[in-house]
T-cell receptor
């Protein structure tokens, strides 16, 4: 069965600190996709990144970086030099092979509070 | 307008009311979704439509009735709801219903059932 676990319910940091949000997933599929979304207070989920199971390269986009490790079934997200605008709830999600309909399995989310 | 829009943004209704939530996507996508987001719970997938056909109904009570008249519009008709149905209802779309596509979300409708 597919499952995504985000063990950190809420994290508080001071601006300019680095912070890592953890995501652990379970799946029996050999082909799968992992996603991160940001949900600011306005409510809309904003897509951040998609990673397929065959690509274990880490990715960096500005202050954001992602560490995908199949050996530990983890897809962690790091924000470097956090800013107040990073305050939001962050969701990790898992979906199955292309031939399955696009059912996302979301984690319960991590609320990040960045204080000035 | 661009992206995924939802109306209304906020809705308060009594248990005997009938109301509808509307979602519209301007992205040319073929798949649309309804999710329910309750406090302290993961997002729950409710319905999936691909090319206007329902492909998933995730054991949702019949008091929620979806409608997809075309690939750009999705409705959620509500009747005789319960207070526990109060939640944020999110609409999303994706290019196809295949597992690789990211979903694009609307801002949600905050529903309160009295």
């Amino acid at each position: 069965a597919q499952k995504v676990t985000q063990a950190q319910t809420e994290i508080s940091v001071v601006e300019k600190e680095d912070v890592t949000l953890d995501c652990v997933y379970e799946t029996r599929d050999t082909t799968y996709y992992l996603f991160w979304y940001k949900q600011p207070p306005s409510g809309e989920l904003v897509f951040l990144i998609r990673r397929n199971s065959f690509d274990e390269q880490n990715e960096i986009s500005g202050r954001y970086s992602w560490n995908f490790q199949k050996s530990t079934s983890s897809f962690n997200f790091t924000i470097t030099a956090s800013q107040v605008v990073d305050s939001a709830v962050y969701f990790c999600a898992l979906s199955g092979p292309v031939y399955n309909f696009n059912k996302f399995y979301f984690g319960s989310g991590t609320k990040l509070n960045v204080k000035p | 307008e661009t992206g995924v829009t939802q109306t209304p943004r906020h809705l308060v209704m009594g248990m005997t009311n009938k109301k509808s939530l509307k979602c519209e996507q301007h992205l040319g996508h073929n798949a649309m979704y309804w999710y329910k987001q309750s406090a302290k719970k993961p997002l729950e997938l409710m319905f999936v439509y691909s090319l206007e056909e329902r492909v998933e109904n995730n054991s949702v009570p019949s008091r929620f009735s979806p409608e997809c008249p075309n690939s750009s519009h999705l409705f959620l008709h509500l009747h005789t709801l319960q207070p526990e149905d109060s939640a944020l209802y999110l609409c999303a779309s994706s290019p196809t219903s295949g597992g690789a596509d990211e979903q694009f979300f609307g801002p949600g409708t905050r529903l309160t059932v009295l």
